[in-house]
């Protein structure tokens, strides 16, 4: 389909059922969604799950050539799980992660391994430091892409310029087009001042 | 005391049947003693084993007491898998159907009088969010919701577990949610990986093992297999459905429920 401007999907009231009847530990509820008034039944407004068109324009020839042009339009995010799942739609990844300078993962979303990411998280970040070494000269390292057995996992640099960086991890089957990249690093740190 | 399961969707056509038939397959091939119950008034377990509408005995008679419920259960060729399907229901008395199965409270009957011979029950429901339904979920300890790959499937999920939560609160405070499976999954198509991955990144209580959608069933359904029946090599499809079944017994396990497998085993010796 050419327009893949569906609407998001209002699932709010499936998140707080499922908060309810889940163990706690299960729980995923986003703290940080934005809430309208309490109400005692279904109701709420639709919530910006950023679900938005990222592919626009196709035609034959591109589908041929097998490029897209995704739509980078900048927009604005009020949190790391909302960026993590725009760039998991854009990329078609199976899991996102965000991971600080110190290596502490601070969000995360979608199918997570059973033994979860703070380690890779970690080593990703220990990784990115020295693999910057490599060649000083190039400037910052933007991103990263490992192709292991079993994986893909992408990594995405987005520095402070207070000595600072976050990482946004990716663990996604497919690998991701330069264009994309570019995409998702331009809308991280369009969004860093109201992240960090 | 059986781990009862009530596989429940608000929407039609999202693989209830077909999750409840084969679940019920694999843990019975599990070595699972494993009932499933047919309260569909459409009788679809019947149907998707190919059997004639009118051809099994089972609920119908058993409210009416025309039949015994051991007459009424059909035992097998798979010795640890039984079935009490929906009985031969004229279509025109489902309405009839529909109330005595909520006010005789005949399915907390048939579980308590079968509750000891089975480690699952496995109740196939009709979809929507009628009575019959309600009602098994007030019979249950579990509910398994599939959901299909689809929008409308995605946007009416609270409804369901919006039920199911009003009856945890004011029925049956023992019922618990095992949680979602997604099915007839097709990541190469745009659509359906769109919805799978904002059921992933979105809602928790997704459990790993999904059904993509194959072939595989249309011939299950045109032989009145399940999957696992069919001839030839072993489907991947089969294979899917033992994962369920052990990914649903880890989650029973961490729920405090029974599975009959010990938390603890001795030490042994490899050599």
């Known amino acids: ?196 | 005391m059986a781990n009862i399961i009530s596989v429940v969707s608000s929407k039609g056509g999202t693989g209830k049947t077909t999750v409840a038939l084969n679940l019920a397959v694999a843990l019975a091939e599990n070595g699972e003693n494993t009932l499933l119950v047919d309260v569909d008034p459409l009788g679809a377990v019947g149907l998707s084993l190919a059997q004639n509408d009118a051809e099994w005995t089972g609920l119908a008679e058993y409210i009416i007491k025309a039949v015994s419920l051991e007459d009424a259960v059909i035992k097998t060729k798979l010795s640890t898998l039984s079935i009490l399907p929906r009985g031969r229901l004229d279509p025109l008395d489902i309405g009839k159907y529909e109330q005595l199965l909520q006010s005789s409270a005949v399915l907390r009957e048939v579980i308590k009088s079968v509750g000891d011979s089975f480690r699952y029950i496995i109740i196939d429901t009709p979809s929507g969010l009628g009575t019959i339904t309600r009602a098994a979920l007030s019979a249950s300890t579990f509910a398994l919701l599939p959901l299909q790959a689809e929008s409308l499937s995605l946007r009416s999920i609270s409804q369901t577990l919006r039920v199911i939560s009003h009856i945890k609160e004011s029925e049956n405070p023992d019922l618990q949610l095992l949680g979602i499976v997604a099915t007839m999954v097709l990541l190469h198509q745009d659509s359906s990986f769109h919805i799978m991955n904002t059921v992933w990144s979105s809602l928790s209580g997704v459990l790993e093992t999904y059904i993509p959608r194959t072939d595989v069933y249309a011939l299950a359904s045109e032989k009145g297999l399940p999957v696992a029946f069919l001839g030839g090599k072993y489907p991947p499809e089969a294979l899917r459905f033992e994962l369920l079944a052990t990914e649903i017994k880890n989650i029973i396990q961490e729920l405090g429920g029974t599975t009959g497998d010990p938390d603890e085993r001795p030490q042994r010796e490899l050599i």
């Not at chain 1, 934005?34 to 324009?57: C, E, F, G, H, M």
């Not at chain 1, 097998?66 to 725009?86: H, M, N, P, Q």
């Not at chain 1, 998280?121 to 430091?129: K, M, N």
């Open chain 1, 1 to 196: 389909m050419n327009d893949l401007n569906v609407n998001s999907y209002d699932l709010y009231d499936a998140q707080q059922l499922l908060s309810a009847l889940l163990p706690k530990q299960k729980s995923v509820l986003q703290e940080k969604q934005p809430q309208s008034a309490v109400r005692k039944y279904l109701d709420l407004s639709a919530v910006d799950t950023t679900s938005q068109p990222l592919i626009k324009n196709i035609d034959k020839e591109n589908i041929e050539n097998k490029t897209v042009e995704y739509d980078a339009g900048l927009r604005t995010f009020d949190s790391w799980e909302s960026i993590i799942v725009w760039c998991m739609s854009l990329s078609r990844a199976e899991a996102g992660f965000v991971v600080d300078s110190q290596g502490f993962v601070i969000a995360s979303r979608g199918r997570l391994p059973n033994q979860g990411v703070e380690g890779t998280g970690a080593e990703l970040v220990c990784s990115i430091e020295q693999l910057e070494r490599i060649d000083p000269e190039a400037g910052k390292l933007l991103s990263v892409e490992m192709d292991f057995d079993k994986k893909r996992l992408l990594g995405f640099v987005a520095s402070t310029g207070e000595g600072n960086c976050y990482v946004v991890g990716l663990i996604s089957p497919e690998s991701v087009s330069l264009s994309g990249k570019q995409a998702i690093i331009q809308q991280i740190i369009h969004n860093l001042p109201n992240l960090d």
